[in-house]
């Protein structure tokens, strides 16, 4: 049986910070407010003109440096975000291109916070049925380039930054499940409501976020605790199987709740959302980086791993390292 595992993670962040301090002069909110709600105390920030591509880029390569491969062994390329440096082409191509690699597929995926899970759930997908041997997958974003600085609603929840990780063929499972959804019927509780085809522009209407943000909460604690449940059952295992809980990191207490479900303890839980915020689609794999890098997820352990965006989109995936 061919199955796929992570070989390597890298992940990079943009060296500006903004702190909520810094905010309390931007919008009318207070550090207070925004850790009690939320759990956030700093974000990175990119600067005027820098990328998704330019985030991600690094990440890729301390991805590659840790899984030990080089540019020609990568034969596929899938990048999650939905903040691209162009309409076209794609980031993945633009990333390939960067990164010196000719041929292989190369394509992004857009499922807001949840399109790290998607794209790895394709990547998976490829190498089992034999399509790919070595993919590249990356979750970069630069939200603030879509924020309403005066929305203190959105503003004090977004970070930018970039994650990736190398999957290669194995001859055990690795990635042992997924369950990836989607609902268009809630579009209007989160979106960016400007595009090519609904027009846009920098005064009237222009490339913003809007968030209903309550209705999001409510609505992301019940669904990320059912996909939680069906994707650790549809693996015929346990909750007392899972080591860790690596959680899109929205909001402390979106988190919270879901370890409370599956009775892990807070210790259980790789938390990054103090010091990034909610950085989409590259809110994962950093924090699957940083638990890896500083020693916590161990060869043999299982790891959970769940998100909830736009779209609506939610999904979960259940590792082996
Ligand atoms: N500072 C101070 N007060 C604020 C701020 C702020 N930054 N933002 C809102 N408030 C106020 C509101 O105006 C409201 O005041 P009112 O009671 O006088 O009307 C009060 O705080 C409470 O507002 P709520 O929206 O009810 O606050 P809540 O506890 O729900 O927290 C939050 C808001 C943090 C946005 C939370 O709802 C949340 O995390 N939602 C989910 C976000 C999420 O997971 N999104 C999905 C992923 S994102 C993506 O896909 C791009």
């Not at 916070?113 to 979750?139: E, P, S, W």
């Not at 222009?206 to 992301?220: C, D, H, I, S």
């Amino acid at each position: 049986m061919r199955y796929s595992k992570i070989i390597g993670t890298g992940s990079y962040l943009p060296e500006k910070v903004l702190t909520n301090v810094d905010l309390e002069g931007i919008v009318d909110t207070t550090d207070a407010w925004i850790q009690e709600r939320t759990g956030i105390v700093k974000r990175h920030i990119a600067i005027p003109g820098q990328t998704c591509s330019d985030l991600a880029e690094p990440a890729a390569l301390n991805a590659m440096a840790a899984a030990q491969v080089k540019p020609n062994n990568i034969d596929l390329i899938i990048v999650a975000t939905t903040t691209p440096d162009q309409v076209f082409p794609s980031t993945a191509c633009i990333i390939q291109q960067r990164l010196g690699i000719h041929g292989c597929p190369a394509f992004d995926i857009q499922a807001v916070c949840t399109g790290f899970i998607y794209a790895l759930t394709i990547a998976d997908q490829f190498i089992r049925t034999g399509a790919a041997n070595c993919a590249l997958v990356i979750g970069t974003e630069v939200l603030s380039h879509i924020i309403n600085w005066q929305d203190r609603n959105t503003c004090v929840l977004f970070g930018d930054g970039a994650g990736a990780v190398v999957l290669k063929r194995a001859t055990e499972p690795g990635i042992i499940t997924s369950k990836i959804h989607a609902d268009g019927s809630y579009k209007e509780l989160l979106e960016v409501p400007a595009g090519i085809g609904v027009g846009f522009d920098a005064v009237n209407n222009p490339l913003y976020m809007t968030m209903r943000g309550n209705e999001v909460f409510k609505f992301a604690v019940r669904t990320l605790e059912r996909i939680a449940e069906e994707t650790i059952s549809s693996a015929n295992l346990t909750r007392d199987d899972i080591q860790w809980l690596v959680p899109h990191q929205a909001n402390i207490r979106i988190i919270q709740a879901t370890a409370r479900k599956l009775n892990l303890p807070m210790e259980r839980v790789v938390i990054t959302v103090a010091e990034h915020g909610n950085t989409s689609a590259a809110s994962i794999p950093m924090a699957l980086d940083v638990a890896i890098r500083d020693g916590r997820i161990c060869q043999g352990e299982r790891v959970l791993m769940e998100a909830f965006g736009g779209g609506f989109t939610w999904g979960a995936m259940l590792v082996k390292f």
